[in-house]
């Protein structure tokens, strides 16, 4: 699903260059849910981008699903993202002034999705997320868990086989923490979505199969979180982490 070959992203400002993502080698194969974990400032939502085509690498290759990105136009990207990449973020990132439906149905409308199907699947999508009610409410009008289950309906539009998401849970309480990850997880197992999900909190990497550290631009360790071995690899993490 996704393989990078010394990737590198380096930021220049003035004179100075500053290497944020170095060299990082990595497979993710499909239908993989995968965390990341790793220090503030490490380069974590930097490799999120990348890895979307929201962002173009510096240096090395990447290939989502055979498609090399780096050679694709910034009009070619656009449509790669829009058709492959569902994002979701921690802060939602929803339109104030759309309502749920209207914003589920933003990307469907840049892709040019006729009105009758973009409704047919507006409202299975309204399902999945037990949204049903609420489609013509303001994302004012709902709760952060709501709201995050609407960018995830909005993210899952248009069948996307990845979804990055960056804290997906960053901004909700524990119930409504809980809910999202089911709900990833439901996706990843029924759908057979994969997912690359960057959390800070070791109740939501446990949802993965797998968690990588991330350190100054660099993967540190890669585990799979197996059932019998998945306290000890966490405890482990955490201990990188705090270190
Ligand atoms: N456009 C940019 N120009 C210059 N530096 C940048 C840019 N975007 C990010 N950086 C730098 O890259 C580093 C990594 O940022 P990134 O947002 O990827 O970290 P992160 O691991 O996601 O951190 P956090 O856990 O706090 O979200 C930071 O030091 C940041 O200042
Ligand atoms: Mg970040």
Do not use: C, W
């Not at 240096?59 to 498609?67: A, Q, R, S």
């Not at 009610?133 to 303001?138: A, V």
């Not at 952060?144 to 909005?154: K, P, T």
Request: overall charge neutral; proline content about 4%.
């Amino acid at each position: 699903m996704i393989i990078t070959k010394n990737l590198d992203k380096i930021y220049k400002s003035g004179e100075q260059s500053l290497a944020i993502i170095k060299g990082v080698n990595l497979q993710i194969n499909k239908g993989e849910f995968v965390a990341i974990m790793g220090p503030s400032g490490s380069g974590k939502s930097t490799l999120l981008h990348l890895l979307g085509g929201l962002d173009s690498p510096s240096n090395g290759e990447l290939h989502i699903d055979g498609t090399a990105i780096p050679a694709l136009s910034e009009k070619e990207r656009a449509y790669f993202r829009r058709r492959k990449v569902g994002f979701i973020f921690q802060n939602y990132q929803l339109l104030p002034t759309m309502t749920v439906s209207e914003n589920i149905a933003f990307t469907m409308n840049a892709d040019g999705v006729p009105p009758r199907k973009q409704k047919h699947r507006i409202s299975e999508l309204i399902q999945s997320v037990s949204l049903e009610g609420k489609e013509h409410f303001f994302p004012s009008q709902l709760s952060g868990g709501q709201q995050q289950r609407v960018a995830i309906a909005r993210a899952l539009a248009m069948k996307p086989s990845l979804i990055l998401a960056d804290e997906p849970t960053g901004n909700l309480d524990r119930k409504m923490g809980k809910d999202i990850l089911h709900l990833l997880s439901r996706l990843h197992h029924d759908a057979g979505l994969t997912i690359v999900m960057v959390t800070h909190d070791p109740y939501a990497a446990k949802f993965a199969e797998r968690i990588l550290f991330f350190k100054d631009g660099e993967i540190q360790s890669d585990h799979k979180l197996t059932e019998g071995e998945k306290d000890h690899v966490m405890e482990d993490v955490l201990a990188k982490l705090n270190a």
